[in-house]
């Protein structure tokens, strides 16, 4: 496992090989991420794994998130059996690090359909196939955050 915080750097190590890439915030990892996460390292491809900077968490989901900086998100997600690589991205959408990076396989979870993924369009042009893992989404670190609140 490794953990790349620039993800221009980790793409020039992947090369040309296939690979999955996942992302999303991951503050207050929760059996949900978990469950994701082992869905898709079972691709059997290497899995990549972007997480939100601090200042995007905190754009999306407001003052006081993340509640887990940006460093200590990304170790935790480097411990989860099956993560090849850890990295991280500052932009507001995952548009940038998709079109960089050109993964094989596009994973979100099911919150999402293949038809209303955000970086959809983004995807199909590097030539991604987009794939739906993971449970129903019935846990949220927002939801955990408000019950600790």
């Known amino acids: 496992m490794t953990i790349l915080a620039d993800y221009r750097e980790l793409a020039e190590q992947l090369g040309s090989q296939p690979f999955a890439l996942t992302n999303g915030c991951f503050d207050l990892l929760h059996v949900g991420h978990v469950r994701l996460l082992r869905a898709a390292a079972a691709e059997a491809m290497p899995l990549v794994v972007a997480l939100n900077s601090d200042a995007t968490v ?6 006081g998130r ?4 940006l460093a200590e998100r990304m170790e935790v997600i480097d411990a989860i059996e099956g993560v090849d690589f850890v990295t991280s991205f500052s932009e507001p ?8 990076l050109r993964p094989t396989l596009y994973i979100k979870g099911t919150d999402w359909t293949a038809q209303s993924v955000p970086e959809r369009e983004s995807a199909l042009a590097v030539g991604a196939r987009i794939l739906i893992l993971g449970d129903a989404k019935t846990h949220s670190s927002s ?5 600790l609140r």
């Open 143 to 147: 939801h955990l955050v408000r019950r």
């Open 93 to 100: 959408t995952a548009d940038t690090l998709i079109r960089t």
């Open 66 to 69: 993340p509640l887990v900086p």
């Open 58 to 63: 905190r754009a999306s989901k407001g003052e």
